[in-house]
């Protein structure tokens, strides 16, 4: 069945280092692609979206890129800032119902 | 801007008493879903439903029920409550992609 792979966390990071948070994805057909984030005490939000092979998106200097051959979909960040300590999850869209398969979410911790 | 409310944000039972979630949201959204957090798992599926009086089973349907006798509202409903209950509950809104999230119900079975 379809599913989603994230790697495990915690992510420590110093401020301002480069960030990459793999997801690799098990799908038949074209599902479409997302990364939500979980603050602290929070429910999750949409942080990006991609629908097809090839699609960046991209949000508050995140970015991730629909990669069908890899069937990859990694989470990148050029610069990270504390404010960015939270939860990540990848998940896809797995039919018209919209129900989200999830992977089992990375914690990222930012130290100042 | 309230979105998805859910109440209560907190609460702790004991074994064998029952207790119903609520979940309302102000956006008109068609769908609505329950899920479980639990450390390491992700989020799994308890219910969910695609329109007023309609609702669908998801991963981990047992020991919960749930109704949508009006469209804001979503109710998950605890019979006999168990101590692998335990978790963190979010519910969902969507009118599609993406989904809307509440801020969670931490609830404790002891």
């Known amino acids: 069945g379809d599913s989603v792979t994230q790697m495990e966390g915690p992510v420590t990071l110093s401020e301002e280092a480069f960030l990459t948070i793999n997801c690799t994805y098990t799908a038949t057909g074209y599902p479409s692609l997302f990364w939500y984030v979980q603050y602290p005490g929070e429910g999750l939000q949409l942080l990006l979206k991609a629908t097809k092979a090839d699609d960046k998106g991209s949000n508050k200097g995140f970015e991730a890129t629909y990669r069908k051959e890899t069937t990859s979909f990694h989470l990148e960040k050029g610069s990270v800032q504390v404010s960015d300590s939270a939860v990540y999850f990848c998940?896809?869209?797995?039919?018209?119902?919209?129900?989200?398969?999830w992977g089992a979410g990375t914690k990222l911790i930012i130290k100042p | 801007n309230a979105g998805v409310t859910q109440t209560p944000k907190f609460r702790v039972l004991k074994t064998g008493q029952s207790m119903t979630l609520l979940c309302a949201q102000d956006?008109?959204?068609?769908?609505m879903y329950w899920y479980r957090q639990d450390p390491g798992m992700g989020l799994r599926l308890i219910h969910y439903?695609?329109?007023?009086?309609?609702?669908a089973k998801g991963e981990v349907p047992d020991g919960y029920n749930v109704s949508r006798l009006k469209k804001q509202n979503f109710l998950l409903g605890l019979e006999s409550a168990a101590p692998s209950q335990t978790s963190v509950y979010f519910c969902?809104?969507?009118?599609?992609?993406?989904?809307?999230f509440g801020d969670g119900t931490r609830l404790s079975i002891l």
């Open positions: 439903s695609v329109g007023e009086g309609t609702t």
């Open positions: 969902a809104s969507s009118s599609g992609e993406p989904q809307h």
């Open positions: 956006m008109n959204h068609e769908y």
């Open positions: 998940a896809l869209a797995k039919d018209s119902n919209y129900q989200l398969i």
